[in-house]
Structure formats: C-alpha cells, structure tokens
C-alpha cells in the first residue's frame, strides 16, 4: 500500500485513477488547482468509491505548499497530472504553459528532493513522438515535437531522465499516452471541457446530445482508408488501471518511458460511427480542410507495457462509446448543473 499524493487528481484522467487506487487500498491526497477540474469530481470519486478523500487546493508552482501536503500526509510515492493540456492554447499562450507544465514539475521535483520522495509517475503524450517516422509507435521512436504544448512534455521527460542520471536512487515512470476516451462505467465522473471541445470524442459526445450543431472534420485526404486522421483510443480506465500497474511495479531504481495505448487505429469516421451506435443519436458532420500540426495516423506499439507493466487495454470503443455517452447524457453540463 502506497502513500499517493495525486497532483491533478481531481481533472479527468486524475480523477478515473484515483478511483482505481483507492478501489486497490492505497491511500491518496489530490492536489489541484482546480483551474480545469471541479471539486464535485471529488465528491463523485468518493460516491464511486466509498471512501472519505483528503484533497489540497494548491498549485503545483507553490513549492513550499507541496512540501506541506507530502510532509503532512507522510506520501512516498506521486503521480504528476497536473498540467495545461490544450495544443492550440499553447501556441497563442506558451509562457503559461511553461510555466504550468515545467516550473510546475520544477516545483514538485525540489518539494519531493527536499523530502527524499523519490517515486514519480509522471503524465506523458505520443505527441512526443511528432511525425511518426513509423508505425506502429514504439518507445525507441525518435522525439520531437510541433507545438509548446509537446515541447514542455518533452522537456519534463529529459528534465526526468537527468534527475535519474544525477541520482539513481530515484524511481522514474513516463507514461506517454494515446488518445484518451470515454468515462467511468458508473456515469460520475467524465470529461468536462470548460469551453468549446478540442478533442474529438467530447465534441461528438456534445453533437450528439445537440449543444453543438455538427461536427468539423478537419480532412478526408488523407493517406488512410476512409481519408481521415486515424487515432489510437483508449478508454480512460483502461488508462487508470496503467498507472495503478506503474505504482505496483515501482522499483528501486528506474527510469521508463512506457506507452498507454492500444495498438489499434480507428478513423473519425469509425468514431463518429461508433458514437451513433452506442447513443442512438444523428452525429451531422462537415469535412473541412486539415487542422495544423495533425498527422494522418498514430498509434502505439503497447508491447512494452505489457512486458513492463503485465498491463494491456481490455475495453474497446464501443465500451468508450457507450461510457462517454453515459456520462454525457446523465450529466450534460458536466460538473456545472447551474449552467
Ligand atoms: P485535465 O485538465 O482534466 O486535468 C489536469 C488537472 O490539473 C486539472 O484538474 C487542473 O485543474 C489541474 N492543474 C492544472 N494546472 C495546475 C497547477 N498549476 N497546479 C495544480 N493543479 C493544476 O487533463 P487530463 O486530460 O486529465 O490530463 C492529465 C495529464 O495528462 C496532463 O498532464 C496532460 O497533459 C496529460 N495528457 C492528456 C492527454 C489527453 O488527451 N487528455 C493526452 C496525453 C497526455
Ligand atoms: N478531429 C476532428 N474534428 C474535431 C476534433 C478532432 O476531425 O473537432 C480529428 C483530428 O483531426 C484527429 C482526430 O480527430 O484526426 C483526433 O483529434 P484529437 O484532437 O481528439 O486528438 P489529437 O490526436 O490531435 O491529440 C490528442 C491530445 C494531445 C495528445 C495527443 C497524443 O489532444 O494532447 O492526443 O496523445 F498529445
């Protein structure tokens, strides 16, 4: 059992992992700024789960806060969520995610040197991987990337890799994952884009239930079979049950960079297919021209995670299908019913 100090537990893929550690027995404390998540997601964890959850509301820049948090619950280990995660905000906004991304993790590695904890599972992205060179992606593919959003990703993974060159003692899990989906079984907790959705599956999820009027899809000349962007989905806890693996599989001294995907592409058509289906609903859509930055396909390689992690994905896209559509019909202003 493990003393977890969750930073960005309480955003979407933070939250479907803390359900999966407490449902393990390992003890938690979320940290979060709430700046992208609510406090509810919180409260739902705790209705999934049955547990009574300790939270702090704090940013991961307030270095001296984190010390506090990891000193007073006495945690050993840390999952690092926390984090700005929009491509296209990143561009018109690179300072703040800079700042956010790596001051942040800047932050939380002097906190957790200053209190020798060691063990980090830190959030990762194949947008590390920039133009697949080849498919599908394994974890030995050349890294670059396209945008400030990849760029402080990639800079918090070398940042990583050079604490565990400096220290050995250190224990380094990168998890870089694939297209994340879908949302708890139970229908509480999900994603809950605070604006309009940059990501394909909230946005067919918002078409459906009728908030949004019709889908753009950006390309259908691509070199794919139906000529759109194809993706490697995965259902978001399947995503959670890789990291619960990452905290078991913590050993005295590493440093991996694993991929969290499934190893199967799906087109946006497949998707918006597989949405109508799982929802009974129309999903309208319009094709426009490619959306910069996109690549055709990407897909993992999630060969090493099983031999890694004894972890591989189990649900499909119609499980992230049917789930998403749970969570969205149930709850279609997410966590903000007074909308
Ligand atoms: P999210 O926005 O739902 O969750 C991030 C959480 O971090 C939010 O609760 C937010 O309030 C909190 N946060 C942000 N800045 C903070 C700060 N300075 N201090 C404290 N808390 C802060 O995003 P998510 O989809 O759950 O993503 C989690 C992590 O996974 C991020 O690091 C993201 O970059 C990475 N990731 C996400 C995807 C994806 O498509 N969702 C893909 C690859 C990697
Ligand atoms: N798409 C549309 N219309 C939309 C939104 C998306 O056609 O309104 C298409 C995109 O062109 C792409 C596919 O749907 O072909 C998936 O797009 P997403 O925006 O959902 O996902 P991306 O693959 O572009 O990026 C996501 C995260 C990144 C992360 C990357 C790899 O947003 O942060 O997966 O993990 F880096």
Known sequence: MRKILVTGGA????????????EAGHEIIIYDNFSNSSPLAIKRIEEITGKAINFVSGDILDQKTLEQTIHLYNCDTVIHFAGLKSVGESTSDPISYYENNVAGTLSLLKAMKSLNVKNIVFSSSATVYGQPQFLPLTETHPLSTTNPYGNSK????????DVFASSPDWSITILRYFNPAGAHSSGLIGEDPLDTPNNLMPYVAQVAIGKLKELTVFGND?????GTGVRDYIHVTDLARGHL???EQIGESQCLEINLGTGVGYSVIDIVNAFKKASNKEVPFKFAPRRKGDVATCFANPNYAKQTLGWEATLGIDDMCKDHWKWQETNPNGYNPAE
């Open 222 to 226: 691509y070199d794919t079979p139906d």
């Open 245 to 247: 693996k990452a905290i």
């Open 11 to 22: 955003g979407y893929i933070g939250s479907h992992t803390c359900v999966e550690l407490l």
């Open 154 to 161: 990639l800079v918090i993974e070398n940042i990583l890799r």
